[in-house]
């Protein structure tokens, strides 16, 4: 198993441009997640999905948006970069209380 | 006040040493404790995991659960370089299972020097 795979690993935007972070997970876990994770600040929910066709929103999504339409897979769009979102993101993926995490994706925005 | 607060240090001790490490939390809905540990440059991953008060031991890690102190630590004994890492503490209310949101503090950065 792979587990928990995401890509890029590294990016650097220009502001205003668009991308989508990609995660994939091979455990059938229903329930996925992202988060940002800025220097010394822990990690912040973004949006979390509960199964194929359900998400809903976690502590900061604005200027994010995602899709959930097979259990393997979950996208993450920044649609307008902003300097603001420079951060590593994680995608991670749970049956249950154990999150098993992706190595990260690192995204600069300039 | 933030629900999680967690000294984000950075903490430095000599390898052998015991380390102490704490969260306070300030949402009495929580019910569900876990340490992750993560290293530099790769995602989180499960170190402990507690649902009540006291403590639950795992070879050289003890976390501890205090529910009416609203107070959480991860111990480690006999320290080692390999243990170096940023933990961090996370924790869940009781929703029934519906989606395992978790609550993560700021983590501490450990260093064990040989």
């Known amino acids: 198993n792979a587990g928990v795979t995401q890509t890029p690993k590294f990016r650097i935007l220009k502001i205003g441009q668009s991308m989508t972070l990609q995660c994939t997970q091979d455990m059938n876990h229903n329930y996925m997640y992202w988060y940002r994770q800025d220097p010394g600040m822990g990690l912040k929910l973004i949006y979390y999905s509960v199964g194929a066709g359900i998400t809903d929103k976690g502590e900061v999504p604005n200027g994010y948006n995602v899709s959930r339409s097979t259990t393997e897979d979950f996208p993450l769009r920044l649609e307008l970069a902003a300097p603001s979102q420079t951060s590593v993101y994680f995608c991670?993926?749970?049956?249950?209380?154990?999150?098993?995490f992706g190595p990260g994706t690192r995204l600069t925005v300039l | 006040q933030k629900e999680v607060e967690q000294d984000p240090g950075p903490l430095s001790v000599p390898e052998g040493a015991i380390v102490s490490l704490n969260c306070t939390y300030s949402n009495s809905a929580f019910q569900y404790f876990m340490w992750y540990r993560q290293y530099s440059r790769k995602g989180p991953e499960l170190l402990m995991y507690?649902?009540?008060?006291g403590n639950k031991e795992d070879g050289r890690f003890t976390a501890q659960v205090d529910k009416s102190s609203k107070y959480i630590s991860l111990f480690i004994r006999d320290s080692q370089p390999s243990d170096s890492a940023t933990y961090l503490c996370?924790?869940?209310?009781?929703?029934?299972?519906?989606?395992?949101?978790?609550?993560f503090g700021k983590g501490t950065l450990l260093t064990v020097n040989p």
């Open positions: 507690t649902y009540s008060s």
């Open positions: 991670a993926s749970s049956y249950s209380d154990e999150q098993f």
């Open positions: 996370a924790m869940r209310e009781n929703s029934g299972g519906s989606n395992y949101k978790l609550t």
